[in-house]
């Protein structure tokens, strides 16, 4: 069923005589459709009836404020901290960076928050078995119970450190995961022993080793995921990144997607897809600020309330100016090369209520729906019914159409990288 509000559709109500709380429900009604989230509608659904713009608000601001914590452990040299720098889109050495080093570099629990998104926290554990922190006590000392997952990661076979975690991670009901390490150097030392090597059977080889050495350690049905942290969009970290998207409560899974580097246009698509689905409830607070008889507070609203919705989209695509000197440090492709495949005039810049007028200006049909919605104020009886249906549809318009932009400019930024690093 179309998200969209037909003319028709909102000529019958005003015929009929809606009233203002009727056709919010029946806005409501349409625009969910056949919606699986039960528990999460009949909330926003009553804050919906009773025109509680805060209620729904914070149900919108609700996916910022889920905490997301991710361990990451693993013995001296394995690897973790410049694992956590990857994930969070950081170089080893930048600012804020997990310090790195062939010596133990980890002394302490560690917290590192996402760039974009400080709800999102990777926590970089000392190797277990150290003076500070002995296997027996391992878990009380670094608070196992406020991490959602953990990361175990060997740069060579898993120990028997590693096993003893994964079994004491497994008694408290915890979800962990192993994390093969330094790959590419793997397949570098293969190509330096032997003219001609096949890839794939190395890798597999390297994954059966493991599995079996942690089967035979007492570890039932291990996940062994073979990654390199200096190129996350090879080897196994796409499906790593599917794990745990699979397997996280369902309240987290756009948390993780979020940070998730763009590795792969499955990737970008999927968050596009977690954006279009909340487009609809944003249109819908657009609606009832638009059922409030003030001339003018509508637009000026719904100007601020977009801004903050156009924001999120670019953090979540890494198109602000920040993340995307971050991602040329990271790939070496130069930041102006990056920018140059950007066509949004949203990206890669600082957005004000003035640009995104500018830019909303240019949507073709937009302008008449927003004075049309004003106008409408005037109607006697059925004009803020009507105001709010309009409100909706321009809305709902405006952000798809925004959305469109920015997920096209993410999957050429993208395409830049891949193609700059296959030339290098």
Not at 16 to 41: C, E
């Amino acid at each position: 069923m179309s998200s969209s509000l037909s003319a028709e559709q909102l000529t019958g109500w005003c015929t009929l005589g809606s009233s203002v709380p009727t056709l919010r429900l029946q806005v409501f009604r349409i625009t969910m459709g056949n919606s699986n989230d039960h528990n999460s509608t009949e909330g926003i659904q009553e804050a919906i009836q009773n025109n509680d713009r805060e209620k729904i608000q914070q149900y919108l601001d609700l996916e910022k404020n889920i905490p997301l914590n991710i361990a990451v452990t693993g013995e001296c040299g394995s690897g973790k901290s410049t694992f956590v720098n990857a994930f969070r889109g950081i170089q080893d050495g930048e600012e804020g960076a997990a310090p790195t080093g062939s010596v133990e570099t980890t002394s302490e629990v560690t917290p590192y928050l996402h760039p974009n998104y400080p709800n999102v926290t990777l926590w970089d554990l000392p190797g277990i078995g150290t003076t500070n922190f002995p296997a027996k006590k391992y878990l009380k000392l670094v608070k196992i119970e406020r991490f959602d997952f953990f990361i175990i990661i060997s740069a060579t076979r898993f120990k028997e450190n590693d096993v003893m975690l994964a079994k004491k991670i497994q008694k408290m009901g915890k979800k962990f995961y192993f994390v093969r390490s330094k790959i590419d150097l793997d397949l570098q030392n293969q190509e330096r022993s032997q003219r001609d090597i096949n890839a794939e059977r190395i890798l597999s080889q390297i994954r059966e080793d493991c599995i079996q050495g942690l089967q035979r350690a007492g570890i039932v049905s291990p996940q062994v995921f073979l990654v390199s942290s200096f190129d996350l969009q090879l080897y196994d970290f796409p499906l790593f990144g599917e794990t745990l998207e699979r397997e996280l409560p369902e309240h987290k899974r756009d948390v993780l997607l979020l940070v998730m580097p763009n590795i792969s246009p499955e990737v970008i698509n999927k968050k596009k897809a977690a954006f279009h689905n909340k487009i609809k409830y944003w249109a819908m607070l657009s609606a009832t600020v638009a059922g409030v008889p003030v001339p003018g507070l509508s637009i000026t609203v719904d100007v601020v309330m977009l801004v903050g919705v156009v924001i999120q989209y670019v953090l979540g695509f890494g198109l602000d100016i920040p993340s995307l000197k971050r991602l040329s440090n990271r790939t070496n492709v130069p930041f102006n090369d990056l920018t140059a495949v950007i066509f949004s005039p949203l990206a890669a810049t600082e957005i004000t209520s003035d640009l995104l007028l500018k830019v909303i200006g240019r949507f073709a049909g937009t302008a008449a729906l927003i004075t049309a919605e004003e106008g409408s104020r005037l109607i006697p009886i059925f004009g803020i019914p009507l105001a709010m249906g309009l409100s909706f549809k321009s809305t709902y318009n405006i952000l798809q159409t925004i959305l469109n932009m920015l997920a096209e400019d993410a999957h050429r930024v993208l395409n830049k990288v891949l193609e700059s690093n296959t030339l290098g």
